[in-house]
């Protein structure tokens, strides 16, 4: 069994420095700005390498800048004070302090380590600022005035909330908006191109590949209405029910004060939650919205599958599409190429399906006025947002924008189907057309040699009646 290493002892070094909490001093990197809390984060939680998302450590950036404001403005916290707080919070928000977040997902669930991981470095950064020294948690301190009016319980759900927002925003509504646009666009240009259709993966009646592609295009425009829906669930904040929910050690105007503010940095309509009890305890919001993530990943893996599948060949398979040929996809077999585009959307799918069931668990545990699964919840909400989009940008640019329609294959398929005969059904009626199909595919032989030896239709009445083209609408 491994021995658990033992806490750096405090004893200073030219390369450390001392730093104490509640349960005493240790020794802590002299060039990083975390603090005490954050290092014994480090030692108690050594599990894995994932690392909590750098979104939510962002969003933080954001929650402090706009606490100490509202805080300053409400007369809670001195100018001086706010703007240091301020100043480097805004420097977290914008990425340029990452090197200061080490903290793993798996930790305490409320995720009050990290919380405390960014008011350690502000603190430390605006004392720096101040003129004071790393440590000495004056004059700012990490808690007193970094944290005013906030708790963990308040400021994580809050930075959940505002991290998926911004990068469903930002990233992959713009992505499944691109895809939408290259599948609409390939609707129309191969909207003559009539084919046959397919059910249950066998032939069906003709359809025009423009409609084949609509229906892709279709499905891609829903998604991204259903996200947009879902999207708005996650406006309503958490900040301001402090420990419990009931708002203790904030003041009464701090709340809706703070919403207003992020709203302003983020340009979105974030609200202060009318029941704080609801969004700290519960994250059915979450469940909901990643579910609609979800729906949209259940949407692109069928298209990437059915283009995929479209593609295969080239000589061998159904080879209606061409697909890009990106790169070599075999080490033995020289010249073969895959859809890899495919695969690679496919598998991020399938790893998103994985996240909605913890999210959905994950979800579920909300004991009494907490909910302490929420690092796990923010990790697999920003990794199907940021993956997906990072896979649909790849399957459009890569993929459908080059994507051909393979038009003598797609003849020949749509002259040796069977399934035409379903043009003679109202001339004839169902057991005649039936009899013609069952006829040609035991003889091998075509359905208009088949409908004439049978006496059921002549030549010119079967060339007048089944015509493919005109099998692609009502009639």
């Not at 100043?87 to 919380?115: C, E, M, R, Y």
């Not at 579920?364 to 896979?391: T, W």
């Amino acid at each position: 069994m491994r021995k658990q290493k033992h806490l750096t002892p405090a004893k200073k070094r030219h390369n450390t420095r001392t730093e104490s909490d509640a349960f005493g001093p240790l020794a802590i990197a002299a060039d990083k700005l975390w603090g005490a809390q954050t290092e014994r984060s480090l030692h108690n939680f050594r599990i894995g390498s994932e690392r909590m998302p750098i979104e939510i450590v962002h969003a933080l950036g954001l929650i402090k800048r706009a606490a100490a404001e509202v805080n300053r403005d409400l007369g809670s916290l001195d100018r001086r004070r706010a703007s240091a707080i301020v100043a480097v919070a805004q420097d977290i928000a914008d990425g340029k302090l990452d090197g200061h977040f080490p903290l793993l997902v798996w930790q305490t669930g409320s995720g009050t380590q990290t919380n405390m991981n960014v008011n350690e470095v502000i603190a430390n950064a605006a004392n720096l600022a101040l003129g004071g020294e790393l440590g000495a948690k004056k004059p700012v301190h990490p808690n007193d005035h970094v944290n005013m009016s906030q708790s963990s319980n308040d400021s994580i759900p809050t930075a959940m909330h505002i991290a998926a927002a911004l990068q469903m925003s930002a990233h992959l509504l713009p992505a499944l908006t691109l895809l939408h646009q290259a599948l609409d666009r390939k609707a129309k240009e191969f909207a003559r191109i009539v084919k046959i259709g397919r059910t249950h993966t066998m032939d069906a009646t003709p359809i025009t590949l423009g409609q084949e592609f609509s229906g892709y295009a279709a499905q891609v425009k829903s998604a991204i209405a259903r996200l947009r829906v879902a999207q708005r669930e996650l406006y309503p904040l958490a900040q301001g029910g402090t420990a419990v929910g009931t708002g203790l050690n904030s003041k009464p105007k701090f709340a809706k004060a703070f919403a207003r503010r992020i709203a302003q940095l983020t340009r979105l309509p974030f609200t202060s939650a009318p029941n704080k009890f609801e969004h700290m305890a519960g994250h059915d919001a979450y469940v909901f919205v990643h579910g609609a993530i979800n729906a949209a990943a259940t949407a692109l893996f069928k298209i990437a599958n059915d283009i995929r599948l479209l593609g295969s060949g080239p000589r061998s398979g159904l080879g209606e599409l061409i697909l890009p040929s990106n790169e070599l996809g075999s080490s033995i077999m020289p010249g073969k190429t895959n859809p890899t585009q495919s695969e690679a959307l496919t598998m991020v799918c399938a790893l998103v399906f994985g996240n909605n069931t913890t999210v959905t668990v994950a979800g579920s545990q909300g004991h009494f006025e907490l909910n302490v699964y929420k690092p796990v919840l923010a990790y697999c909400m920003l990794q199907s947002i940021r993956l997906l989009g990072d896979a649909v940008n790849s399957f459009t640019d890569n993929c459908v924008l080059g994507i051909k329609a393979n038009e003598p294959r797609i003849a020949e398929l749509m002259a040796r189907s069977l399934m035409l005969v379903t043009a003679l059904a109202p001339e004839i009626g169902y057991d005649k057309a039936a009899a013609i199909a069952k006829a040609a595919h035991a003889n091998g032989s075509t359905l208009r040699e088949e409908a004439m030896r049978l006496g059921y239709v002549s030549g010119p009445e079967f060339d007048r009646l089944v015509r493919p083209e005109k099998m692609t609408r009502p009639r």
